[in-house]
């Protein structure tokens, strides 16, 4: 592909509860005129912040801006739970080959909360860096199963793990909605907008980041010396380019055909009050994924709010606009009741949408599409440890720096071939009614 017009472009709500707890920001100033860069990233989430950071400490002397169609860090990459994980349960693989495909990925998701890890150490950011673990639930008997699955799995691969059980996830978890849990020591909980918001402030000063300035085309020039890209207000011509949008990849003309979006909404409480609180038993902070695909993924912070996350659909304008998030608050205030039956009905804070990108079978985007154009993202919901890591790396690929991280991830960088729309559309979204009619009652 030589050139795309970009039609879909990112619209953020300001209701997210999470970018609600940090302080105001002043957004940097949009694109303006003709202007000339060595390399431009695409979108300044985890993906581009990250890579953002890893090409100027290649290149101390080259031109390097960021182009965020909204406000930086304000995304996805705050709007998501905060789970940052190396094992996922939903990939579950038995056979020997299976097992080895399992340990590749979780090599690499491994390798994801390792980078943020150290740049949270490095940068000295403040994202409460909970490495507590997460929990695996299931509130159906015939779940269960896959949770002990899970635990033999976990076990083959010597990774430390316990299954929970009656009064003791009860306890833990304040609630005596689940049958069963399976706590794993791999797992970090985090406040992701103070994560962003932290990448943001620590940008080396050689990086240029215009905000408000969505792409809404590029193209490739014609003497190959590289890409022009137009804002509303502004072109910009470089040499290298990263594209780091994930969510909204397809829509900039990255692999259309090998990944596609899907819309997510959550919900946060207020803090509970005291009594609130000694009524659930005062548990630790916790996490809890579902055992079930579209099954809810639950918090309680440590400012003691619930998150609840049960929704994930194809919606083609990817952001949804008020009124389409009123309807999926009351699925997740329902969610919240079902596991706290104490709590009122006015609790839920704040609610907000956000994209992930998928594939079909689990595999990421991390390649050089074209001479000079680079793209990471396809995070399959795991794009808080990858993103970070991608990026990164994406940025050393570019710059022809081979590394361990960057063989390790090629091995799971090649997406599938999927059908073409409408069929794709048609065919996913019939197999989120399956899922979320076998995760009735864990959502
Ligand atoms: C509700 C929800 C819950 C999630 N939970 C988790 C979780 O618990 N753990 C986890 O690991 N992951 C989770 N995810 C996924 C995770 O948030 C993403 O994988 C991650 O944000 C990807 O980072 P990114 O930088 O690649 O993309 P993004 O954060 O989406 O950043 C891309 C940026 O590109 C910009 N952009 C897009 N198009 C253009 C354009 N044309 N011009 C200029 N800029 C553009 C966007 O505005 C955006 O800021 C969740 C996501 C959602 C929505």
Redesign the pocket.
């Known amino acids: 592909m030589t050139a795309k017009i970009?039609s879909?472009?990112?619209k953020?709500d300001d209701s997210c509860g999470w970018l609600k707890q940090l302080p105001p920001r002043i957004a940097q100033p949009a694109l303006s005129g003709k202007q000339h860069a060595d390399w431009v990233v695409?979108?300044?989430?985890?993906?581009?912040?990250?890579a953002a950071r890893q090409l100027a400490l290649l290149h101390p002397q080259a031109r390097i801006v960021v182009?965020?169609?909204?406000?930086?860090?304000?995304?996805?990459?705050?709007?998501?739970?905060?789970?940052?994980?190396d094992s996922t349960l939903n990939e579950g693989h038995y056979s020997a080959a299976g097992l080895e495909l399992y340990r590749r990925k979780y090599e690499i998701k491994r390798a994801?909360v390792l980078a943020v890890q150290q740049l949270v150490t490095d940068l000295g950011i403040n994202c409460d860096f909970e490495s507590n673990g997460k929990i695996h639930c299931t509130a159906v008997k015939s779940h269960e199963k896959k949770i002990l699955n899970f635990s033999k799995l976990l076990t083959e691969l010597k990774l430390s793990h316990k299954i929970l059980a009656g009064e003791e996830l009860q306890q833990r978890l304040g609630s005596s909605y689940y049958r069963m849990g399976l706590w794993t020591e791999g797992g970090v909980m985090l406040q992701?907008a103070k994560l962003?918001r932290g990448m943001i402030e620590k940008l080396p000063q050689q990086v240029e980041l215009f905000e408000n300035?969505?792409?809404?085309n590029w193209r490739k020039l014609s003497n190959s010396a590289g890409y022009q890209l137009s804002?509303p207000e502004g072109q910009l011509s470089c040499e290298k380019l990263i594209v780091?949008?994930?969510?909204?990849m397809t829509?900039?003309g990255v692999k259309p055909n090998r990944s596609f979006s899907l819309?997510?909404?959550?919900s946060m409480t207020r803090p509970l009050t005291d009594e609130e609180d000694d009524a659930i038993g005062r548990p630790e902070p916790w996490?809890v994924l579902s055992a079930q695909s579209m099954g809810a993924?639950v918090r309680l912070t440590k400012d003691r709010r619930i998150l609840m996350?049960n929704t994930a659909e194809v919606w083609p304008k990817l952001n949804m606009s008020a009124s389409d998030l009123e309807l999926r608050k009351a699925k997740h205030l329902n969610g919240i009741k079902r596991r706290f039956p104490q709590l009122g009905d006015d609790i839920i804070e704040s609610s907000?949408?956000?994209?992930?990108?998928l594939s079909g079978n689990n595999a990421n985007v991390f390649s050089e599409l074209e001479n000079g154009m680079f793209a990471?993202?396809c995070?399959?919901?795991?794009?808080?440890?990858?993103?970070v890591l991608?990026?990164a790396e994406i940025a050393n690929l570019a710059s022809g720096k081979m590394s361990d991280e960057i063989r390790m991830i090629q091995t799971n960088s090649n997406p599938m071939l999927l059908p073409p729309q409408p069929f794709l559309g048609w065919g996913v979204g019939l197999r989120l009614l399956r899922d979320r009619f076998f995760a009735r009652h864990e959502q």
């Open positions: 970009i879909t472009l990112p953020n695409l979108g300044a989430g985890f993906t581009g912040l990250a182009l965020e169609a909204e406000r930086a860090g304000e995304g996805s990459s705050a709007r998501n739970s905060g789970f940052l994980v994801g992701p962003a300035s969505p792409v809404i804002t780091a949008v994930n969510g909204f829509n900039c819309t997510l909404t959550a996490g993924t996350r907000w949408s956000g994209t992930i990108c990471a993202g995070y399959n919901a795991s794009g808080i440890g990858l993103g991608f990026g």
